[in-house]
């Protein structure tokens, strides 16, 4: 008969859905959960520093450094270059300078025609109008996923 409890023990209701007023996020299984580090100590160079100016409140300052890091990791996650192996250890003989500035990645192009390094395959002006033509974010990503 319908409307019995027993129909209702065996056929669940349908639960508020993403959207509605009553709708609770789920819960997150062990491999969604966050890794938690505890407080770190952490040097505010420049960047940092004008990044969270103004800002006093550590929880505001946190919440701001998260954020951007979270929009940091989008665009690495969307933007780069499809380049050859060739192509590859040239950019990487180019970076292994070690940390590179905006401005040095920027210059990537005119590194790349500039470099003495050689490789079988590797058509420098080729990827040095592949660099030029690219977006700083592809660029950053680039350098990125070299390790620089």
């Known amino acids: 008969m319908p409307g019995c409890p027993e129909d209702a023990a065996s056929t ?3 639960g508020p859905q993403r959207g509605d007023p009553g709708w609770i996020t789920p819960a997150l299984s062990a491999s969604e959960k966050q890794r938690v580090v505890g407080k770190t ?4 160079g420049p960047p940092l520093a004008i990044l969270v100016d103004g800002q006093n409140n550590t929880l505001e300052i946190s919440g701001k450094l ?7 990791m989008e665009i690495l996650r969307y933007h780069g270059l499809e380049i ?4 590859r250890l040239c950019l990487a003989h180019i970076c292994n300078i070690g ?3 905006p401005l040095e990645i920027r210059e990537l192009a005119d590194e790349a ?4 390094f050689e490789s079988d395959g590797l ?8 660099l030029e033509s690219a977006s700083f974010a592809d660029l950053v990503a680039l350098v990125e996923t070299l390790g620089f």
């Open 12 to 14: 669940p209701a349908p």
């Open 41 to 44: 100590s952490v040097f505010f």
């Open 66 to 72: 998260n954020r951007t890091a979270e929009r940091y």
């Open 84 to 87: 050859s192996e060739p192509e």
């Open 99 to 101: 940390f590179m500035s």
């Open 113 to 116: 025609r500039w470099t003495t």
């Open 123 to 130: 058509d420098k002006e080729a990827l040095a109008m592949k």
